[in-house]
């Protein structure tokens, strides 16, 4: 049920962004991180079923999914993880917590159409959403 609530949150923000009844939203960009633990497919099922008969339905979910970064304190650099098992520096293997990057859960942009001039050309802009979909545990 998780992915549910966050594609709740998700709706919630596209559709603040729609200023004319003869607007959809065509797609929704999303930053995910690699610690949020979000299910893909039961995130595309969820958005699905609560956009049925909505300005949402059909809005394609497109998902950047980021790597995890943490600050290695004895390299004092950035390091990308190679994975969520071990918290360990991959350039001098010293172990740190100081995440930096991998939970996130954001909205980046969301395009929205509007049908209200012609059906065949359609005009569409982009909207950045600087709103949260969820903030961190
Ligand atoms: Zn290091």
Redesign the pocket.
Known sequence: MHELSIAHSIVEIAKQQLTSPTERVRSIRLRIGALSCVHRDSLYFSFDLITADTPLAGAKLLIDELPIVVF?P??E?L?ELPGIQSFT??????R?ADLRQGRELDVESIEVVDEGHSVNTPTSHMVTAEARARTSP
């Open positions: 290695c004895n390299c650099a390091r520096c991959p350039a001098c293997g010293t740190t």
